[in-house]
């Protein structure tokens, strides 16, 4: 069965840093890609980052690049999303989403996802 | 960046009912778009990719049909536990843009 866990989250002040993790279990970690993808509070779903298999391709959605990082170990089968000068604006449930391709390209089709885990930021 | 609309942006039905949402696309995604299915407190569930393939587990009352830019899910007899959030997800270009949502509840 595929569970995807992810943790890391919390109240955090404006233009402090997170980082969000996600554990992987029940399936290859390494042959597919990872997003992570976000719900504001009562709103819609916003895809925030992608990762290939290898982390040899990575894509961001232009309201979070160059303050987020996403990265995985495939060795930990845990995808990591480094969240850098936070705004009130990224407070969200986050969420961990598996892709059913290896290529970010190729990608984005989130088949199974997490639970999520709630960010705050405010002062 | 592509932007998704959805119509309705809610609606209310009987058990039973034939429902339709309908996306469009503001530009061609031939046929990579996606329909995903959330309830409250829950993460979403993919029901439909490329368009038009049924996910596996998913009930058959749902389809999903259009390439270009117009696109429909289709629940042919709605049931109970179908009353939810239904979202569509273009996958044709990174940054992969999800739809406003269609909110199903009962009548």
């Known amino acids: 069965e595929v569970q995807l866990v992810e943790s890391g989250g919390g109240l955090v002040q404006p233009g402090r840093s997170l980082r969000l993790s996600c554990a992987a279990s029940g399936f290859t970690f390494d042959d597919y890609a990872m997003h992570w993808v976000r719900q504001a509070p009562g709103k819609g779903l916003e895809w925030v980052s992608g990762i290939s298999w290898n982390s040899g391709s990575i894509g961001y959605a232009d309201s979070v690049k160059g303050r987020f990082t996403i990265s995985r170990d495939n060795a930990k089968n845990s995808l990591y999303l480094q969240m850098n000068s936070l705004r009130a604006e990224d407070t969200a449930l986050y969420y961990c989403?598996?892709?059913?391709?290896?290529?970010?390209?190729?990608?984005?089709?989130?088949?199974?996802w997490g639970q999520g885990t709630l960010v705050t930021v405010s002062s | 960046d592509i932007q998704m609309t959805q119509s309705p942006s809610s609606l209310s039905a009987s058990v039973g009912d034939r429902v339709t949402i309908t996306c469009r696309a503001s530009q061609s995604i031939s046929s990579y778009l996606n329909w995903y299915q959330q309830k409250p407190g829950k993460a979403p569930k993919l029901l439909i990719y490329?368009?038009?393939s049924l996910q596996s587990g998913v009930p058959s009352r749902f389809s999903g049909s259009g390439s270009g830019t117009d696109f429909t899910l289709t629940i042919s007899s709605l049931q109970p536990e179908d009353f939810a959030t239904y979202y569509c997800q273009q996958s044709y270009s990174t940054f992969f843009s999800f739809g406003p949502g269609t909110k199903v509840d009962i009548k």
């Open positions: 989403a598996k892709d059913p391709n290896p290529e970010v390209a190729a990608a984005g089709t989130f088949d199974y």
């Open positions: 490329a368009a038009s």
